[in-house]
């Protein structure tokens, strides 16, 4: 089956840009996504990037894809501590999506 | 507020029950996923069901099922419960069958806690 790879803990300070990473399996893989899951919430979509960008950037929020090397990354410029939350790749497999096991963000003061 | 509600909330129970989870989806979306997420496992997909049919299954246990309704709403149905089933337990929905496209709109989620 797909494997989705993150490393599970990062901290940062407040102002810092943090940068979350991610490996997936499948090469054919046309969208990959990003999900934030707030303590005590349900995911949300953050954003995606179709496979045939190498860059998509949303305010504070840059996705860079490299296909080659099947690495996902996202990065938040002057993280909030409103930012903390775990972080979720996720990418298509079948009719369904797989999900990494989430990167848990922590933003100090 | 992503449009998928979920009741209960949070659930305790004890080992040997029942439950049944309900989930509403997003108005418009005829797929719903139902995810579990633990601490040791992380997120989990169980099952999906379109439009009333079961579309995809992953790792859900046989004493666990669920169906989807003719109003599109859905019920997770747990039995025989084990500590180990203690877990949020997640709904989401989509517009069509899980195109990659089609973006997955998750619920609260319940939190289930068997005692």
């Known amino acids: 089956g797909e494997d989705v790879e993150q490393s599970l803990f990062l901290s940062v300070r407040e102002g810092d840009s943090s940068v979350i990473n991610c490996t997936y399996t499948d090469s054919s893989s046309t969208y990959l996504y990003w999900y934030k899951q707030e303590p005590g919430a349900g995911l949300q979509l953050l954003t995606y990037i179709f496979s045939n960008m190498d860059m998509k950037q949303d305010q504070r929020l840059t996705v860079l894809l490299n296909k080659k090397d099947k690495h996902l990354s996202l990065r938040i410029a002057d993280t909030q501590t409103g930012d903390s939350a775990i972080y979720f790749c996720?990418?298509?497999?079948?009719?369904?999506?797989?999900f990494g096991p989430g990167t848990r963000l922590s933003v100090l003061p | 507020d992503s449009g998928v509600t979920q009741t209960p909330k949070h659930l305790i129970t004890a080992t040997g029950q029942r439950v049944t989870l309900r989930c509403s989806p997003r108005s418009g979306d005829l797929s719903v996923y139902w995810y579990q997420q633990s601490l040791d496992q992380g997120l989990q997909f169980l099952i999906q069901?379109?439009?009333?049919?079961?579309?995809a299954k992953g790792n859900i246990l046989e004493r666990f099922s669920a169906q989807q309704f003719p109003d599109l709403h859905s019920e997770l149905n747990l039995s025989s419960l084990e500590l180990g089933d203690s877990a949020l337990y997640f709904c989401?929905?989509?517009?069509?069958?899980?195109?990659?496209?089609?973006?997955?709109?998750f619920g609260p989620g319940t939190r289930l806690t068997v005692l």
């Open positions: 989401a929905s989509s517009v069509a069958i899980g195109r990659a496209m089609d973006t997955q709109y």
């Open positions: 996720a990418e298509p497999y079948g009719q369904n999506f797989v």
């Open positions: 069901y379109y439009n009333g049919e079961e579309r």
